[in-house]
C-alpha cells in the first residue's frame, strides 16, 4: 500500500461545485502538505500544516480550504470551483522532526478538471 | 526574479553521456535542496538531497551545492532512456522559516539511444 495515498485520481467537475480532495498517510509523518502543479509553474504551495490544531496559508490559498481531521488525514476543498483551478493537485508529507532535513514524500496526485 | 530558477529544457544528451541539471536560488540563507525526478503525470521522486558545500554521490547521481553561488547541480553518469523525466530543484529557504520548501518548474530531460 501507498504511504500517502490521495483519493480521488481523477475527478471531472463543473464550475460552482464543491468539491474536496482527502489525502491519507500511513508514514507517521505529522506535517503535510498540498501543492497543485501547473504547466511550466512547477508546484506551488496551497497550505500546509504542521499539525491537527497547526494550518497555515500557502502562496496560493485564495479559493481554497482545508481540513486536518486526523495526524494522518489532511483535506482540501475547493468551495466553488473555477476552471482555472484545473491542476494537478498533490498531497506530501514530511518529518516534522527534522527541521532543516525535510525531503517531502509525495501522494500520486489528483488530476482535477474545472469545465 | 523567482526563488529557486532552473533552465526548463529540454535538455537532450546520448544515451551514455552525462547530464548536467543546474538550479539557482535567491535566498542565500536557504539550508537545504532537494532534486525530485517525475515522469509524465506521476508524483515527483525524491533522489538526491545535499546540505552542506561540495559534492555528494549515491550511485550514478551526483549532487553539487556552492552556497557562494547559490548554485546547486545534479549530475547524471551513464544515463539511460529511462532517466528522461522532468528534474525538480526545491530549496528550504529562511524566508519561509525553514518550514516551506521552494521548488523550481524543472529541467526536462531527454535520453536519447
Known amino acids: 500500500d501507498a504511504d500517502v495515498t490521495q483519493t480521488p485520481r481523477n475527478r471531472i467537475t463543473k464550475t460552482g461545485k464543491r468539491i474536496m480532495l482527502e489525502c491519507s498517510q500511513t508514514?507517521?509523518?505529522?506535517?503535510m502538505y498540498w501543492y497543485r502543479q501547473d504547466p511550466g509553474l512547477g508546484l506551488r504551495l496551497i497550505y500546509y500544516s504542521f499539525d491537527v490544531k497547526d494550518i497555515n496559508k500557502g502562496e496560493i490559498s485564495d479559493g481554497y480550504s482545508v481540513s486536518r481531521q486526523a495526524q494522518a488525514k489532511f483535506s482540501l476543498s475547493l468551495e466553488s470551483a473555477i476552471p482555472n483551478q484545473t491542476a494537478l493537485y498533490f498531497c506530501a508529507t514530511s518529518d516534522g522532526d527534522r527541521l532543516d532535513n525535510q525531503p517531502q514524500h509525495f501522494g500520486d496526485g489528483t488530476r482535477l478538471s474545472i469545465l | 526574479q523567482k526563488e529557486v530558477e532552473q533552465n526548463s529544457g529540454p535538455l537532450s544528451v546520448p544515451e551514455g553521456a552525462i547530464a548536467s541539471l543546474n538550479c539557482t536560488y535567491s535566498d542565500r540563507g536557504s539550508q537545504s535542496f532537494f532534486w525530485y525526478r517525475q515522469y509524465s503525470g506521476k508524483s515527483p521522486e525524491l533522489i538526491m538531497s545535499?546540505?552542506?558545500?561540495g559534492d555528494k554521490e549515491d550511485g550514478r547521481f551526483t549532487a553539487q551545492l556552492n552556497k557562494a553561488s547559490q548554485y546547486v547541480s545534479l549530475l547524471i553518469r551513464d544515463s539511460q532512456p529511462s532517466d528522461s523525466a522532468t528534474y525538480l530543484c526545491a530549496a528550504l529557504p529562511i524566508s519561509g522559516g525553514y518550514n516551506k520548501l521552494i521548488f523550481g518548474a524543472g529541467t526536462r530531460l531527454a535520453v536519447h539511444p
Open positions: 545535499i546540505y552542506s558545500n
Open positions: 508514514k507517521g509523518h505529522d506535517r
